[in-house]
């Protein structure tokens, strides 16, 4: 068991895109008191994407690898690239047997994984995306969750109004190397 965990947190440090599954509920705490959905929800967001990724790497390390996952409020958003077509329904699967998933949105790509050049793009656009919303005074940057994905940029999380949602939009889309830009941000109702 000591091998297998030491195993699981290794291959989450070596995946950006997976922190939240060694930040834990410490990490959780200083976010969430902060962010739009409140401790509580950060907490269990974090308890389903560790979850999720357990059950991945336990199934299949290159699901593991390959599969990308940003849980906001129960909202579980898939995205990276698979191998075969089974492989999208077979995580969509697994993630549905995990606990408080209220809603899978399946962005999984079938086709092989990034090389090491698009990989480095994709990191420095969401670090480029995320240092601009840091900076804007206009924007809650830490409401929202990045994830590129071969020049494709997925947005989740909550925006204070429309016209944040179009600042953080903006944003994104002016940036080198972004193809497209989807978002899964949920304006908060007044």
Request: proline content about 2%.
């Amino acid at each position: 068991m000591r091998v297998s965990m030491t195993m699981l947190v290794l291959a989450a440090l070596a995946l950006g895109g997976c922190v939240p599954l060694v930040v834990g509920a410490g990490g959780a705490a200083a976010v969430g008191a902060s962010q739009e959905r409140g401790f509580e929800q950060a907490v269990d967001d974090n308890e389903i994407s560790f979850e999720i990724n357990r059950k991945l790497l336990a199934e299949d390390g290159n699901l593991f690898k390959g599969v990308a996952t940003q849980v906001r409020g129960g909202r579980v958003l898939l995205s990276g690239v698979v191998p075969k077509a089974e492989d999208r329904v077979r995580v969509v699967r697994i993630v549905w047997t995990v606990g408080g998933v209220r809603e899978v949105i399946n962005e999984l790509r079938v086709g092989e994984s990034a090389g090491f050049g698009q990989a480095m793009a994709d990191t420095a656009i969401t670090t480029k995306l995320r240092a601009r919303l840091t900076g804007d005074r206009n924007v809650s940057g830490i409401n929202y969750s990045i994830e590129t994905v071969h020049g494709t940029v997925y947005l989740m999380g909550t925006a204070l109004d429309r016209a944040e949602l179009d600042r953080v939009i903006a944003h994104a889309r002016d940036i080198s190397g972004v193809k497209n830009v989807v978002s899964y941000v949920e304006v908060r109702k007044p």
